[in-house]
């Protein structure tokens, strides 16, 4: 149903900035029909939810690790969702995976609300 690329992945210094990108190709019905999401895994732990965002952009939830320094947006004129990444430390390296979905009775950053991701972006984090 949806088909999702990210990008903008790579190797910053603490403190740094990174900015991902989620460009999806949707066959049924419209991008803007889907709320989005923002996961990442480190190696050895469990996928965990970075950041959500409705499907028309004016609610947007994030994990406590990441608010105030990630933000995330969608251009549903462009079936594209980013993530800004601003003081980034070295726990935040993981590799970072969009998401797409229609489950509306779960929370942004609960897994089960998706049923449609990429094949991720990695963010490595040096001190």
């Known amino acids: 149903q949806v088909q999702l690329v990210e990008s903008g992945g790579g190797s910053v210094e603490a403190g740094g900035s990174l900015r991902l990108s989620c460009k999806a190709s949707?066959?049924?019905?419209?991008?803007?029909?889907?709320?989005m999401g923002w996961f990442r895994q480190a190696p050895g732990k469990e996928r965990e939810g970075v950041a959500g965002?409705?499907?028309?952009?004016?609610?947007?939830i994030y994990a406590d690790s990441v608010k105030g320094r990630f933000t995330i947006s969608r251009d549903n004129a462009k079936n594209t969702m980013y993530l800004q990444m601003n003081s980034l430390n070295p726990e935040d390296t993981s590799m970072y995976y969009c998401a797409a979905g229609r489950f509306f009775a779960y929370d942004y950053l609960d897994q089960r609300g998706y049923n449609n991701w990429g094949q991720g972006t990695q963010v490595t984090v040096s001190s």
């Open positions: 949707v066959s049924v019905r419209g991008f803007n029909n889907y709320r």
């Open positions: 965002i409705s499907s028309g952009g004016s609610t947007s």
